[in-house]
């Protein structure tokens, strides 16, 4: 009965939204997340003012998503906005002839995104653009060591292997294939780089390893250059992160092309636009680092002042 | 008068229980303060040794907190290399006396110990072997909830840990650790391996990196699984120790030094009140034994001081009042000395004045014995006609002055018989005698003046009357003299009994019963005395007054008595008393005894 009733209604609003002529999108959000809502907040403002939109939340539930995907195909609109993986996946599994962006998905190639219909957002920015702000930030350092596993980061650190050759950089990349090989490969790695870089690859980060590379690092006086602002504050030197209003907001021009007939980025996996550079005073000083005015003024988030490092010069104990 | 301090005194110092009042201000302070000072002692060594554990406990919980999040990583991926590393850094402290990472069933995963605890960490193969003192706290109690840790105290004895109900230290260790020996005592602090999350719900990547899983819900943190492990840390207590039996030691130094300042600010306060009190008893006891008192000096501004100025006050009135009544006493003692000698003097006068009458009245008598005699024989030759015959008018004259001459001698008679007593110059020769024949031969001289007066003498003699130890003229002058008294006294036709009998085995009672007019009471006393005559005795009866005068001290000279009863208007009874004879006192009456001389008639 309640299905009946959510069938009923789709048509309902397909029918009234074509009678007005005006554009729709369907937006799919995996979960109720609040950067899930933000990258929502950010494709909306992006949209032209007559563009309707109708949001459906998964709830978490893959089955839930491809159950509307399917009631949009039956009544496709415009376009389908997927937010986060599941609602990409079931947009996937479901959906053939409507476009697709999404965006919030870690490791679209991991599972087969996007299709012929779909382009979307990477999560991550290139391995390009996150050496050059490593470098940016961190201009003496050259040897830099990444740690991570070839199913879910292969191609990204052979992308990363050529960045790094055209930077001057020097990559020291370790394959491990599970986590409790991390102490002994950081262990191993540390002595031979000045910086280490933490990608998002979900093997080599969990929650119990990022205390591990924090406290290995400032322990070594070695740099960390990683993705997340959480792990800047705790003490890392540095990382370029994403703002997910701007990513929504980039999903929305690449919706507005695609409605406006540009199929040229079908299939395409966009970087996104506009990473911020993250910055740790304290934890530069800490390392011995100095860091420029404009490198301080450039970055997007700049952590000091107290409870900024988690290690203070000359104390033995380790603060988080 | 001093008497009532003799008395106070001795009490006090007699009760076996009697203390000083400085003894009871002394003793009560020092209770007092001793029982503050180890209450406070006590109260406070518990508190800093509670505050001490307590900030041991604290400071350890985060060690072993800091311990567990630091080597979480280590624990979940079982690096044993990187745990024995912190082990040894946490084990560098110097409080800490063993580390051990254990899992959650109890088997040690990693641990070191210093000291006497290394034998417990000498063989440690991996896996399954349990920490001894895991298996005694019981990792079950742990709250892994609020996170807190859970504090046990764990007694090493003989390589061997036992847990303890508290981690208190008892009285009794107390007292050891003051006697400088250190106890195996160590704190057991338990906390869980944390499962705290890095990750700020803002943070997109690091969210979507953690948490992306399409087999899983995504809009609950997922947390990469941990082994669940504990982290224990036995820290020792020596510190602890040292540092009690540091506050142990001052305490009692503290407790000392208040007890010894308490009693000496005791002794000097109770010396202060003590002794205005000793002076002012040695003053009153001065006082009290007569002594001059001088003026105590007590300068307190107090009650004491008050009592002295009281005192003071006090003891110069009572000087001043016990001067005035020796003034009088002195004053008294002359004025009766005075007095004596006055009437001692007036006493020899007057006894010099009654012998002087007694001898005048002897010889008066004596000499007007003489020509009364000389006129009773020229009487008696007119009145036998040998001077020539006489008419009859002439006879009765004669008989009429015959009359007044027998008074008149009966007077000189009486009144020498009273001298001679009074002078001491009569004789009472005692011998047996037979009552009932005196009285018999009294009543007989009697008779005509009882038949002038047609009076009727009774008598009434028992049959065992015995003989009685008197002089019988003497016996025969008091009962004639008591009977002409009873018969002159009685109306006409009147019965006078006289009765005998014996009241005690040597004594006899002879009463004179009249019923005359009687005798006043208030003349009664007076009747015995010589010339005394009772105001109520008509005026035509005649008589000297001297017959009971007489009569009382030859009684007294027999050593009897003499008393009367009567009663106004129905007559008087005299009675008097005589020994009966016995061998002995006749024995002793042999001798003549001199009648004692009556006292001067004042």
Same mark, same amino acid.
């Given at each position: 009965?309640?299905?009946?009733?959510?069938?009923?209604?789709?048509?309902?609003?397909a029918?009234?939204?074509r009678?007005?002529?005006?554009?729709?999108?369907?937006?799919?959000?995996?979960?109720?997340?609040?950067?899930?809502?933000?990258?929502?907040?950010?494709?909306?403002?992006?949209?032209?003012?007559?563009?309707?939109?109708?949001?459906?939340?998964?709830?978490?539930q893959?089955?839930?998503?491809?159950?509307?995907?399917?009631?949009?195909?039956?009544?496709?609109?415009?376009?389908?906005?997927?937010?986060?993986?599941?609602?990409?996946?079931?947009?996937?599994?479901?959906?053939?002839?409507?476009?697709?962006?999404?965006?919030?998905?870690?490791?679209?190639?991991?599972?087969?995104?996007?299709?012929?219909?779909?382009?979307?957002?990477?999560?991550?920015?290139?391995?390009?653009?996150?050496?050059?702000?490593?470098?940016?930030?961190?201009?003496?350092?050259?040897?830099?060591?990444?740690?991570y596993?070839?199913?879910?980061?292969?191609?990204?650190?052979?992308?990363?292997?050529?960045?790094?050759k055209?930077?001057?950089?020097?990559?020291?990349?370790?394959?491990?294939?599970?986590?409790?090989?991390?102490?002994?490969?950081?262990?191993?790695?540390?002595?031979?780089?000045?910086?280490?870089?933490?990608?998002?690859?979900?093997?080599?980060?969990?929650?119990?390893?990022?205390?591990?590379?924090?406290?290995?690092?400032?322990?070594?006086?070695?740099?960390?250059?990683?993705?997340?602002?959480?792990?800047?504050?705790?003490?890392?030197?540095?990382?370029?992160?994403?703002?997910?209003?701007?990513?929504?907001?980039?999903?929305?021009?690449?919706?507005?092309?695609?409605?406006?007939?540009?199929?040229?980025?079908?299939?395409?996996?966009?970087?996104?636009?506009?990473?911020q550079?993250?910055?740790?005073?304290?934890?530069?000083?800490?390392?011995?680092?100095?860091?420029?005015?404009?490198?301080?003024?450039?970055?997007?988030?700049?952590f000091?002042?107290?409870?900024?490092?988690?290690?203070?010069?000359?104390?033995?104990?380790?603060?988080? | 008068m001093?008497?009532?301090?003799?008395?106070?005194?001795?009490?006090l110092?007699?009760?076996?229980?009697?203390?000083?009042?400085?003894?009871?201000?002394?003793?009560?302070?020092?209770?007092?303060?001793?029982?503050a000072?180890?209450?406070?002692?006590?109260?406070?060594?518990?508190?800093?040794?509670?505050?001490?554990?307590?900030?041991?406990?604290?400071?350890?919980?985060?060690?072993?907190?800091?311990?567990?999040?630091?080597?979480?990583f280590?624990?979940?991926?079982?690096?044993?290399?990187?745990?024995?590393?912190?082990?040894?850094?946490?084990?560098?402290?110097?409080?800490?006396?063993?580390?051990?990472?254990?899992?959650?069933?109890?088997?040690?995963?990693?641990?070191?110990?210093?000291?006497?605890?290394?034998?417990?960490?000498?063989?440690?193969?991996?896996?399954?072997?349990?920490?001894?003192?895991?298996?005694?706290?019981?990792?079950?109690?742990?709250?892994?909830?609020?996170?807190?840790?859970l504090?046990?105290?764990?007694?090493?004895?003989?390589?061997?840990?036992?847990?303890?109900?508290?981690?208190?230290?008892?009285?009794?260790?107390?007292?050891?650790?003051?006697?400088?020996?250190?106890?195996?005592?160590?704190?057991?602090?338990?906390?869980?391996?944390?499962?705290?999350?890095?990750?700020?719900?803002?943070?997109?990547?690091?969210?979507?990196?953690?948490?992306?899983?399409?087999?899983?819900?995504?809009?609950?943190?997922?947390?990469?699984?941990?082994?669940?492990?504990l982290?224990?840390?036995?820290?020792?207590?020596?510190?602890?120790?040292?540092?009690?039996?540091?506050l142990?030691?001052?305490?009692?130094?503290?407790?000392?030094?208040?007890?010894?300042?308490?009693?000496?600010?005791?002794?000097?306060?109770?010396?202060?009140?003590?002794?205005?009190?000793?002076?002012?008893?040695?003053?009153a006891?001065?006082?009290?034994?007569?002594?001059?008192?001088?003026?105590?000096?007590?300068?307190?501004?107090?009650?004491?001081? $008050? *009592?002295?100025?009281?005192?003071? @006050?006090?003891?110069?009135? %009572?000087? #001043?009042?016990?001067?005035? !009544? &020796? /003034? =009088?006493?002195? $004053? *008294?003692?002359?004025?009766?000395? @005075?007095?004596?000698?006055? %009437?001692? #003097?007036?006493?020899?006068? !007057? &006894? /010099? =004045?009654?012998?002087?009458?007694?001898?005048?009245?002897?010889?008066?008598?004596?000499? %007007?014995?003489?020509?009364?005699?000389?006129?009773?024989?020229?009487?008696?030759?007119?009145?036998?006609?040998?001077?020539?015959?006489?008419?009859?008018?002439?006879?009765r004259?004669?008989?009429?002055?015959?009359?007044?001459?027998?008074?008149?001698?009966?007077?000189i008679?009486?009144?020498?018989?009273?001298?001679?007593?009074?002078?001491?110059?009569?004789?009472?020769?005692?011998?047996?005698?037979?009552?009932?024949?005196?009285?018999?031969?009294?009543?007989?001289?009697?008779?005509?003046?009882?038949?002038?007066?047609?009076?009727?003498?009774?008598?009434?003699?028992?049959?065992?009357?015995p003989?009685?130890?008197?002089?019988?003229?003497?016996?025969?002058?008091?009962?004639?003299?008591?009977?002409?008294?009873?018969?002159?006294?009685?109306?006409?036709?009147a019965?006078?009994?006289?009765?005998?009998?014996?009241?005690?085995?040597?004594?006899?009672?002879?009463?004179?019963?009249?019923?005359?007019?009687?005798?006043?009471?208030?003349?009664?006393?007076?009747?015995?005395?010589?010339?005394?005559?009772?105001?109520?005795?008509?005026?035509?009866?005649?008589?000297?007054?001297?017959?009971?005068?007489?009569?009382?001290?030859?009684?007294?000279?027999?050593?009897?008595?003499?008393?009367?009863?009567?009663?106004?208007?129905?007559?008087?009874?005299?009675?008097?008393?005589?020994?009966?004879?016995?061998?002995?006192?006749?024995?002793?009456?042999?001798?003549?005894?001199?009648?004692?001389?009556?006292?001067?008639?004042?």
């Open positions: 009965m309640p299905h009946i009733v959510f069938v009923l209604s789709f048509f309902l609003f029918s009234l939204s009678i007005a002529g005006a554009t729709e999108i369907a937006i799919l959000t995996s979960a109720n997340l609040p950067y899930y809502d933000q990258a929502v907040v950010g494709f909306k403002a992006g949209l032209p003012a007559a563009t309707s939109t109708k949001e459906y939340h998964l709830n978490g893959l089955e839930e998503g491809r159950h509307i995907a399917k009631s949009l195909r039956a009544a496709p609109p415009d376009l389908i906005f997927a937010v986060g993986l599941k609602a990409a996946v079931a947009a996937k599994l479901e959906i053939f002839d409507t476009p697709v962006v999404f965006c919030m998905v870690l490791n679209p190639e991991a599972h087969g995104l996007p299709a012929q219909n779909m382009t979307g957002i990477a999560v991550r920015p290139t391995p390009d653009t996150q050496l050059a702000a490593l470098r940016a930030a961190i201009p003496n350092r050259h040897r830099i060591g990444v740690l596993d070839d199913q879910h980061s292969g191609d990204f650190i052979r992308q990363a292997h050529q960045a790094a055209q930077q001057g950089l020097e990559l020291l990349a370790v394959a491990i294939r599970r986590q409790d090989e991390i102490p002994n490969t950081v262990r191993a790695l540390l002595p031979k780089i000045n910086v280490l870089w933490l990608i998002q690859d979900q093997t080599v980060v969990s929650e119990s390893a990022i205390p591990f590379f924090l406290e290995s690092t400032l322990d070594a006086r070695i740099p960390l250059f990683t993705f997340s602002l959480t792990l800047v504050q705790q003490g890392a030197l540095g990382a370029l992160v994403l703002d997910p209003w701007t990513v929504g907001q980039q999903a929305a021009r690449m919706a507005q092309s695609h409605l406006n007939g540009q199929q040229a980025s079908a299939g395409v996996l966009q970087a996104p636009e506009r990473p550079l993250a910055l740790n005073a304290n934890a530069a000083e800490h390392l011995g680092l100095a860091l420029s005015p404009e490198q301080m003024r450039l970055a997007g988030h700049l000091s002042g107290p409870g900024a490092l988690a290690k203070k010069p000359g104390q033995s104990d380790f603060i988080p | 001093a008497t009532d301090t003799e008395m106070v005194e001795p009490a110092s007699s009760s076996p229980f009697s203390v000083t009042l400085r003894t009871k201000l002394v003793l009560s302070m020092a209770v007092i303060l001793m029982a000072c180890l209450l406070l002692a006590w109260v406070f060594i518990r508190q800093q040794a509670r505050s001490a554990a307590e900030s041991l406990v604290q400071s350890g919980t985060l060690l072993a907190q800091h311990l567990a999040g630091r080597g979480r280590s624990i979940a991926v079982g690096d044993t290399h990187r745990l024995t590393q912190l082990i040894q850094e946490t084990l560098s402290v110097n409080s800490v006396a063993y580390v051990a990472v254990v899992s959650s069933d109890g088997h040690l995963l990693a641990g070191l110990g210093k000291g006497k605890w290394q034998q417990q960490f000498s063989f440690q193969p991996m896996g399954q072997r349990p920490f001894a003192v895991t298996t005694l706290v019981q990792p079950r109690r742990l709250n892994t909830e609020t996170g807190e840790p504090v046990s105290g764990i007694w090493l004895a003989n390589h061997a840990p036992v847990l303890r109900s508290t981690i208190e230290f008892t009285l009794g260790e107390l007292f050891t650790l003051m006697g400088g020996s250190e106890l195996p005592l160590f704190y057991d602090l338990l906390v869980q391996v944390p499962h705290r999350s890095h990750t700020a719900v803002w943070d997109t990547a690091l969210q979507l990196t953690l948490d992306e899983r399409l087999d899983t819900p995504e809009n609950s943190t997922t947390l990469t699984q941990m082994t669940p492990a982290v224990e840390v036995g820290f020792s207590t020596s510190t602890l120790q040292h540092l009690l039996r540091q142990l030691w001052q305490a009692v130094l503290i407790t000392l030094g208040t007890l010894i300042g308490g009693l000496g600010l005791t002794i000097l306060l109770a010396r202060h009140i003590a002794s205005p009190l000793q002076r002012l008893t040695a003053a006891n001065k006082l009290a034994d007569g002594e001059a008192v001088p003026t105590v000096a007590i300068h307190t501004h107090d009650e004491i001081g $008050t *009592l002295a100025q009281v005192f003071s @006050a006090m003891a110069l009135k %009572l000087q #001043a009042r016990e001067h005035e !009544l &020796r /003034e =009088l006493a002195h $004053t *008294l003692e002359h004025r009766v000395e @005075a007095r004596t000698q006055e %009437l001692a #003097a007036a006493n020899t006068k !007057l &006894r /010099e =004045l009654d012998q002087r009458k007694s001898i005048f009245v002897s010889t008066a008598s004596h000499e %007007l014995r003489t020509p009364l005699t000389a006129m009773k024989v020229h009487l008696a030759n007119l009145q036998d006609g040998i001077d020539g015959a006489i008419t009859e008018e002439q006879r004259s004669l008989l009429r002055v015959e009359a007044n001459l027998s008074r008149l001698r009966i007077l008679d009486d009144l020498l018989d009273l001298s001679q007593i009074e002078m001491g110059q009569a004789t009472i020769e005692l011998e047996s005698i037979p009552l009932e024949t005196v009285i018999t031969k009294v009543v007989d001289d009697l008779h005509p003046f009882a038949h002038e007066r047609r009076a009727r003498i009774v008598t009434s003699l028992p049959s065992d009357l003989s009685v130890s008197a002089d019988p003229d003497k016996l025969r002058q008091i009962l004639l003299n008591l009977l002409h008294n009873a018969v002159k006294f009685s109306p006409l036709d019965i006078v009994d006289l009765t005998a009998m014996k009241i005690s085995t040597d004594e006899v009672l002879v009463s004179v019963r009249d019923v005359g007019p009687g005798i006043a009471p208030e003349y009664v006393d007076k009747i015995f005395q010589p010339f005394y005559r009772a105001p109520t005795v008509h005026k035509t009866t005649k008589g000297a007054g001297l017959g009971l005068a007489i009569a009382k001290s030859l009684i007294e000279s027999h050593h009897g008595r003499l008393w009367v009863e009567t009663e106004p208007n129905r007559g008087s009874c005299f009675s008097f008393t005589l020994r009966s004879s016995t061998p002995s006192r006749l024995a002793s009456a042999e001798t003549p005894a001199p009648i004692p001389s009556h006292h001067p008639i004042a």
